[in-house]
Each structure stands twice: as structure tokens, then as C-alpha cells.
């Protein structure tokens, strides 16, 4: 088997499309104009059940429907790729479509990048103390594109796909100034859409003496879903599993992120093969997705998945709500229905699978769990607890939020207890306005500055204890 994408000007060339009905083939030309649409030839013939059209989940993963758009503009796109109107004008409709749909969640670009004496390393984010987020230019494109990825925005844009050499020498020199990093994750895209000689330039400066501190180098993909064949007969296969030895022969642990969004991914025998060769490079392969309306919002889905996850040697770890942007609307699933999708997807398997954690917000001040539904004194209430904070003091902390059975998202919640904001809103404002960091991201040596929830009931009361 040899990759090659399949993309909206190839649409007519695979079969099982000719045999959509006019009206199908019309929707798919229209929303795949504006939103991301990239397959292959082993997610068409070995994952979707063509019999099975349009309920089927992994059509649902990765081809364009209806809903994704609103009636008003679902309907001017098919009038133009009906009335066979010129490229420039379809992508002119199709970028004011786009804008409207919340590009850039979760103040990913202006928050989280880090600088080397003033110079911003762009392609990168730190957000956790721990973990550095890497995104090298050529692997910001996959082997297929999920209708739901919240990094959209991306596919639509113009790709500049070359090798900047200075990148991963400034990142190397953020690293070695920040000893508190245990662990570097290359995302994209997918990292395994790069040559295993480039995936090599970045991965074995990583692994020097002057990195000690660097334990783990994670590798965020969903190649074993959309083209195992990355591990057995891609030219380079042997040379990428081989890189993935030398990081396990170095001490650290080469952890693979896998994205699996459903149990049929699992079935095949190309990806029970892939599996077994990563894992035979000592490399521990962890699963994460988020979940999503009409492809995996069902209980019974997760149960099997995570059941076959143990099965194969993989490690089931988060179950995220999928995020505020994009065709949100067609795929959201609310906190309340997650949460009850979790618990009964978790209390049919072993302890072997509980290893996942979930429903998860990877929102702006953290990764914040749905840990339960609860009431206290007259009022329902949702659990929360922070996975992860800005600052690493709110990890492991609960809050409360007002039950409300249509939020879901972080934003749609409002305190519980007559608050009238959640203790972390202080320190995002201070952040957003540069009054605030967390200590980790303090050079040495420089004053902490004054904790703003304190200076703001200061300001307010014009009483400060510390006088
Ligand atoms: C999820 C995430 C990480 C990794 O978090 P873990 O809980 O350690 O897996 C790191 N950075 C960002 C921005 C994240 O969203």
C-alpha cells in the first residue's frame, strides 16, 4: 500500500462516491470548500462501512455533511458549486464563512508561547510546567483530516512546509534554560507525516546530555487510525521504528499519543500489526479522543474501544469535550450527557481500563474534568477538578459550577454558591493584562509579582492585609 491523499478535487475518482446520489455528492463538493476534507484509500476501503451511508461513524469522522454548516450558508455554497462558479469566488464565500466560525479557541496563540531573551519560539507552546508543545513545520498536515478538529483553521490556510533550521535550535536553548520541563510533545498536523530522517533532526537533539531533564518525548498522532501502513510499508517504517528504539536505549520513554476515536479503527489487521511494532521499540502507546456526536457519543463505543485498547497493549488515558470552534453545533455533546456517557462506558470495564480520565476541557486556565454531578444544600451542581492548571497550585483543586443541562463548554458555566466568578477568573485577567504568571514561568531571581486575586479585593476594599 502506498499513501497518497485523497482531497476535494478527487472526490469523483473514488468510486463509492459515484455512487452517492447527485444531492450528497453536491453537499460534499459545497462543505468540503469550506472546511478541511483530506482522505485515503485505507480509511475509504477498510474503515467506512459504505453500506451504511450517512450514519456511519467513520464517514461521519471524515466526511463533510450537511450540518456542519448553517442552512443559510450550507445553502449559498451549493448554489455556487451548483452554478459551477469560478474557484476564486467559491473560496471568497467560503473564507467569510470561516471567520465566523471561532478560527482560534482558547487563547492558544496569544497566551502560551515561549521566549528565548525576548525572541518569541514560535511553532511552540508551554502551558503546563511540565510539557513543551512542539509543532514542526513539516507535520502540521495529516494522513487524513476528523471533521471535528479543533485545529481546522490550520487546513484551510495556506501550508508553508520547509525546514526551519533556527527552530529547533531555539528550542533546544529554551529547554536547557528551563530544567523544569520533563517532557516534550510534537503535535501537529500529525508528526507522522514527516520522514523518518526529518522526525530525526528533531528527536535526537532531545536526547543529549545537556537535556537530562527531558524524560519523555510524546508524539501526538492518529496514524495508526488513518494509515497504519506508516509502520509497515512506508519506505522509511523501519528507520521510524528504529528512532523510536534509540529514544527507549537513551532511558526516556518515547510515549505514543494515539488518537482513536472509535472501535472500528481497532479492527483491522493492518493496525493490529502497527501496534505491535511500536510497542516492540519499547515505546508505550497512549489513547485520547474527544467526544462527538454521531461518531462515538454512545456509551457502548467507548466500553469496546477502551476493552480492545487493553487487549492490543495500549493504555487508554482522556476522553475530551470536543472544542468551541468549528461545526461545534453539529458535534457537541453536552457536560451533563458526557458525563453520563463516561461513567457507563467506565463502569462496564476492568480496572485495566480505568486508566482513562475524562470528560476533560482542555480549556484556557486548564484542563478541568467533569468529576461528578452532585447536590448540596437545595442545589445541583456540577464537580469540577483541574487535570492540569496554569499554575500547577490549582492541580488536583475541585470547584463548583451550577448544574445546566444544555452547557457544554466551560464557558457556558457559572459558579455555584452565590460566587460570583470561579477562583482562577483573577488570574486570567491579571495574564491576559500582563499584571500575572505563574511562579514557574518567573526567571530567577526576578520578584514574584502580587497575587491578583489579593490585589483585586484590595482595590475593591481598599483593605489589604498585608498592610
Ligand atoms: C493536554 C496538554 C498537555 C499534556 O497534559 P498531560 O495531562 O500531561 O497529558 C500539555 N500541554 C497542553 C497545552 C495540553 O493541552
Same mark, same amino acid.
Given at each position: ?17 459515484? &455512487? ?62 451548483? +452554478? ?19 478560527? &482560534? ?37 495529516? &494522513? ?19 525546514? +526551519? ?242 452547557? +457544554? ?32 514561568? &518567573? ?25
Amino acid at each position: 500500500m502506498r499513501y497518497r491523499s485523497i482531497g476535494r478535487r478527487h472526490l469523483s475518482q473514488l468510486p463509492q462516491v459515484r &455512487h452517492l446520489d447527485p444531492e450528497q455528492r453536491l453537499t460534499l463538493e459545497a462543505v468540503s470548500a469550506v472546511l478541511p476534507f483530506k482522505v485515503n484509500r485505507y480509511v475509504v476501503d477498510e474503515l467506512i462501512d459504505w453500506d451504511d451511508i450517512p450514519h456511519d461513524p467513520i464517514y461521519q469522522l471524515t466526511f463533510p455533511q450537511a450540518g456542519m454548516l448553517d442552512p443559510g450558508d450550507l445553502e449559498r455554497m451549493r448554489a455556487l458549486v451548483a +452554478a459551477n462558479a469560478p474557484e476564486d469566488v467559491v473560496r471568497c464565500a467560503a473564507r467569510e464563512i470561516q471567520a465566523r466560525m471561532n478560527p &482560534h479557541p482558547a487563547g492558544q496563540r496569544k497566551l502560551n508561547v515561549p521566549t528565548v531573551d525576548g525572541r518569541r519560539l514560535e511553532g511552540s507552546q508551554h502551558k503546563y510546567r511540565e510539557t513543551v508543545l512542539f509543532f514542526p513545520s513539516q507535520g502540521q498536515t495529516c &494522513h487524513a483530516y476528523c471533521t471535528y478538529c479543533f485545529r481546522w483553521a490550520q487546513f484551510v490556510g495556506v501550508q508553508e512546509l520547509r525546514f +526551519a533550521s533556527g527552530e529547533m535550535r531555539t528550542l533546544v536553548e529554551y529547554l536547557e534554560r528551563h530544567p523544569e520541563v520533563t517532557d516534550v510533545l510534537f503535535t501537529g498536523g500529525d508528526p507522522m507525516v514527516m520522514g523518518a530522517a526529518i522526525l530525526r533532526r528533531y528527536i535526537e537533539p532531545l536526547l543529549s546530555a545537556r537535556l537530562e531533564h527531558v524524560r519523555s518525548i510524546r508524539i501526538g498522532t492518529k496514524a495508526l487510525s488513518y494509515w497504519p501502513y506508516r509502520f509497515l510499508t512506508d519506505s522509511d517504517a523501519d528507520d521510524l521504528l528504529r528512532l523510536f528504539e534509540e529514544v527507549t536505549e537513551a532511558g526516556k520513554q518515547l510515549a505514543f499519543m494515539a488518537h482513536f476515536s472509535h472501535p472500528r479503527e481497532l479492527g483491522t489487521a493492518a493496525v493490529e500489526r502497527a501496534v505491535r511494532r511500536v510497542r516492540g521499540t519499547g515505546a508505550v502507546i497512549r489513547c485520547q479522543a474527544p467526544l462527538v456526536r454521531h461518531v462515538n457519543a454512545d456509551a457502548g463505543v467507548w466500553a469496546r474501544m477502551w476493552q480492545r485498547q487493553v487487549e492490543l497493549g495500549m493504555v487508554p488515558y482522556y476522553m475530551f469535550v470536543e472544542r468551541d470552534t468549528g461545526p461545534k453545533e453539529y458535534f457537541k455533546v453536552s457536560l451533563a450527557r458526557a458525563y453520563a456517557i463516561f461513567s457507563e462506558a467506565y463502569s462496564r470495564v476492568s480496572g485495566l481500563a480505568r486508566t482513562v480520565r475524562g470528560p476533560s476541557m482542555s480549556a484556557t486556565p486548564g484542563k478541568v474534568l467533569v468529576d461528578g454531578i452532585t447536590e448540596i444544600g437545595g442545589e445541583k451542581l456540577f464537580v469540577l477538578k483541574f487535570l492540569q492548571g496554569r499554575d500547577p497550585a490549582w492541580t488536583n483543586r475541585i470547584f463548583f459550577a451550577r448544574f445546566d443541562r444544555a452547557a +457544554a463548554w466551560l464557558d457556558d458555566l457559572e459558579p455555584a454558591g452565590g460566587e460570583t466568578e470561579f477562583f482562577f477568573e483573577p488570574y486570567l485577567r491579571a495574564m491576559e493584562e500582563g499584571r500575572w504568571r505563574p511562579s514557574w514561568q &518567573h526567571d530567577r531571581g526576578e520578584p514574584a509579582p502580587a497575587d491578583p486575586a489579593e490585589e483585586e479585593v484590595a482595590a475593591a476594599t481598599g483593605f489589604s492585609e498585608a498592610g
